[in-house]
């Protein structure tokens, strides 16, 4: 089984920073790619960057300079630096992380990013 827990949610200004984590508890499986997606209310459910084991990444053109995605060396735990928030970047930011040959997707619980003055 995989387990997902994010942290480093928050409340922080336009133009400010904030960094968030998700560490995986994986029983039984290998992961094959981690990732961040959003969501604000009455809106889907966005890729907002999503890094694979061979290290490639992807990002959203809305956050592409802006946010970096990274992971630890056991590839366990995935890292969202955001910089230069913006307003339109407030949602529910939920981990990801895709397991090997069945290509299942797991989920964190989400934690909640708001950018206000």
């Known amino acids: 089984q995989v387990q997902l827990v994010e942290s480093g949610g928050g409340l922080v200004q336009p133009g400010g920073s904030l960094g968030l984590s998700c560490a995986a508890s994986?029983?039984?499986?290998?992961?094959?790619?981690m990732g961040w997606y959003r969501q604000a209310p009455g809106k889907q459910r966005e890729l907002v960057a999503r890094?694979?084991?061979?290290?490639?990444?992807n990002y959203a053109d809305s956050v592409k300079g802006r946010f970096a995605i990274s992971t630890n060396n056991a590839k366990n735990t995935v890292y969202l630096q955001m910089n230069s928030l913006q307003p339109e970047d407030t949602a529910v930011y939920y981990c990801?992380?895709?397991?090997?040959?069945?290509?299942?997707?797991?989920w964190g619980k989400g934690t909640l990013v708001t950018v206000s003055s």
């Open positions: 990801n992380a895709r397991v090997r040959m069945s290509g299942m997707d797991y």
């Open positions: 994986v029983s039984g499986f290998s992961i094959s790619a």
């Open positions: 890094i694979r084991s061979s290290g490639s990444t």
